[in-house]
Structures are given as C-alpha cells and as structure tokens.
Nanobody
Framework: QVQLVESGGGLVQPGGSLRLSCAASGSIFSIVPMAWYRQAPGKQRELVASISRGGTTDYADSVKGRFTISRDNAKNTVYLLMNSLEPEDTAVYYC?????????WGQGTQVTVSS
C-alpha cells in the first residue's frame, strides 16, 4: 500500500506561513530523494524543492530563501515550511520522489495565498 498523503494547506494572507506535511506509507520513501511539486491552474507542474536521503536540499529559484524542505525518516514524513508566502505561490502542492514516480501522485493539498 504505497501511498503519499499531503496535508497542511489552507488559506493564508500574503506574507504568512504554512507548513505542509507528506505522510508516506512504504519504507521505500525513507531512502529515496523526495520532493515537493506544485501546480497552479493553467500552469505546468513544477518542482519546488527536493531533499536527498541524507538531507541535501535544492530549491526552485522562485522559492529559494523562503521555503524549507525537511524530512523525518523515522516518521516517514516530509515537510515543507513556507514563509513569506506570495499570491504566486497559490497552487496545489504534491509530494513525490525525485525524480517523480508518475503512478504515485496523490490528491495534493491546496495552498491559497490571498488577502
């Protein structure tokens, strides 16, 4: 029952913060690189941030300095802390390995940044 379940999204004002969580069922997710992706209406899905098994991180230029990806392998959970949110961050956020496994996209969690 390999599955990824995202949570933590919501409505937040510009400049606000949210922390997303990705609960991964299946031990395989504790050893592969993981990532957060997002897709806004009418736009392509894009890579937001990735993290290796050992904790090495990479970020899209658009979120660098504002977002922090982390993982707790013991809890089989990946996090995305989002600070200084902007309206342009509005999207459905997904977690998945990096590179993504195409059959394992979940429902994602909606993040809406608006006044």
């Amino acid at each position: 029952q390999v599955q990824l379940v995202e949570s933590g999204g919501g409505l937040v004002q510009p400049g606000g913060s949210l922390r997303l969580s990705c609960a991964a069922s299946g031990s395989i997710f504790s050893i592969v690189p993981m990532a957060w992706y997002r897709q806004a209406p009418g736009k392509q899905r894009e890579l937001v941030a990735s993290i290796s098994r050992g904790g090495t991180t990479d970020y899209a230029d658009s979120v660098k300095g504002r977002f922090t990806i982390s993982r707790d392998n013991a809890k089989n959970t990946v996090y995305l802390l989002m600070n200084s949110l902007e309206p342009e961050d509005t999207a459905v956020y997904y977690c998945n390995p990096y590179p993504p496994w195409r059959d394992y996209w979940g429902q994602g969690t909606q993040v809406t940044v608006s006044s």
